[in-house]
C-alpha cells in the first residue's frame, strides 16, 4: 500500500511560482500513475494534472496548461509539480493520488485513483 506525503505548499503573491512534492513509501512507486487534484473552498475537488509511471506522459487540465508543469524522479518516488505564473483562482488545497497502472493511460476522474495523500495548501494573493 503506498502513503503519499505533499509538501511544498504555501502563500505566494500572484505571478509567482511554487514547487509541490508528492513523496510516497511504498515499494512499488515505479508501477504508479500520479494524479493531483485540487480543491478550493465551497468547490468540488477537480482533476489539475497527472503524469504515467515513467513519466513519458503528462496531462494538464486547460486552466493550468502552460503553467504548470509535471515530472517524477522513480528513484527517489517523488513527483513534482511546479506551478509558475500562479493565479489567485489557483488558490485550492492540492493532493496528489495513485494508481496502479502500468499501461500508459492519463485517469482523470477521482475514483480511478486508489491512494491520496492529506493534502498541501496553496494560496495566492492578488
Known amino acids: 500500500q503506498e502513503q503519499l506525503v505533499e509538501s511544498g505548499g504555501g502563500l505566494v503573491q500572484a505571478g509567482g511560482s511554487l514547487r509541490l512534492s508528492c513523496a510516497a513509501s511504498g515499494p512499488t512507486f515505479s508501477s504508479y500513475l500520479i494524479g493531483w487534484f485540487r480543491q478550493a473552498p465551497g468547490k468540488e475537488r477537480e482533476f489539475v494534472a497527472a503524469i504515467t509511471w515513467s513519466g513519458g506522459s503528462t496531462s494538464y487540465a486547460d486552466s493550468v496548461k502552460g503553467r504548470f508543469t509535471l515530472s517524477r524522479d522513480n528513484s527517489k518516488n517523488t513527483v513534482y509539480l511546479q506551478m509558475n505564473s500562479l493565479k489567485p483562482e489557483d488558490t485550492a488545497d492540492y493532493y496528489c493520488?495513485?494508481?496502479?497502472?502500468?499501461?500508459?493511460?492519463?485517469?482523470?476522474?477521482?475514483?480511478?485513483?486508489?491512494?491520496w495523500g492529506q493534502g498541501t495548501q496553496v494560496t495566492v494573493s492578488s
Open positions: 493520488a495513485a494508481r496502479r497502472e502500468r499501461a500508459p493511460i492519463i485517469r482523470v476522474q477521482r475514483h480511478e485513483y486508489e491512494y
